[in-house]
């Protein structure tokens, strides 16, 4: 069965610093890997996906990820916090058992960005 | 483009009543997703439709849910009758098929007393 594990449910950062959210994966095929964002009050938006086409993926915001099948890693990285970037994230990936059809997700990382 | 629909954004109500979700997926969408969202258990996917059929509903937590798409812009979530552990935030979503992403809606907070 596919799982993701995002490490560290609460990531601090100061604005203007690296962000580095980490997913793993447990996948025996090739896999298909996303991001998603969540706002206070709001419902998940799409940041990125990776598809097999290329392993660093751009995504919205400036936000971008790599995909490394040796680490079973795909983890998200922002060169420079913004406050606004504070929300939570959330990696998934297409489950294989309902033939790629509905997603499984980790647990969240809520990012909190200071002055 | 509108997204995903769902109504109503709030819903606050006593135990015992019937609730009644509703969602409306985006166009041309053939597959939706009903998940929860608490603090405990995280996101959990309740039921999916292909072309208004329900695929799986593995993920329902009891009978007392029950879910309906009667056509392919409309679904329903039903609880009958409610319980305060049914308190949760409700998301629908709807995609255009396998390994693609989902477009979620922003969600109906349920609160039942």
């Known amino acids: 069965a596919q799982s993701v594990t995002q490490l560290g449910s609460h990531v601090s950062v100061s604005e203007g610093a690296l962000v580095l959210l980490r997913c793993n994966y447990s996948?025996?095929?090739?896999?298909?890997l996303f991001w998603y964002v969540q706002y206070p009050n709001q419902g998940l938006q799409l940041l990125l996906k990776?598809?097999?086409?290329?392993?660093l993926v751009k995504g919205i915001n400036g936000f971008e990820a790599e995909f490394k099948k040796s680490e079973t890693s795909f983890h998200l990285t922002k060169p420079s916090a913004h406050m606004s970037d504070a929300a939570e994230y959330f990696c998934a990936v297409s489950d294989l058992r309902s033939g790629y059809s509905t997603l499984t997700f980790g647990k969240g990382t809520m990012l909190l960005v200071s002055p | 483009d509108a997204g995903v629909i769902q109504s109503p954004r709030h819903e606050v109500t006593e135990m015992g009543q019937e609730v009644t979700l509703r969602c409306k997926p985006i166009s041309g969408h053939d597959y939706l997703f009903w998940y929860r969202q608490t603090m405990m258990r995280g996101l959990e996917l309740l039921i999916y439709f292909n072309n208004n059929v329900p695929i799986d509903d593995s993920g329902m937590p009891e009978d007392r849910f029950s879910a309906k798409m009667p056509n392919a812009s409309f679904s329903t979530l039903k609880i009958q009758p409610s319980e305060p552990r049914d308190s949760a935030v409700y998301f629908c979503?709807?995609?255009?098929?396998?390994?693609?992403?989902?477009?979620f809606g922003d969600g109906t907070r349920l609160s039942i007393l």
């Open positions: 979503a709807s995609n255009s098929g396998p390994n693609q992403p989902q477009h």
């Open positions: 990776y598809t097999s086409a290329a392993t």
């Open positions: 996948s025996s095929v090739p896999p298909y």
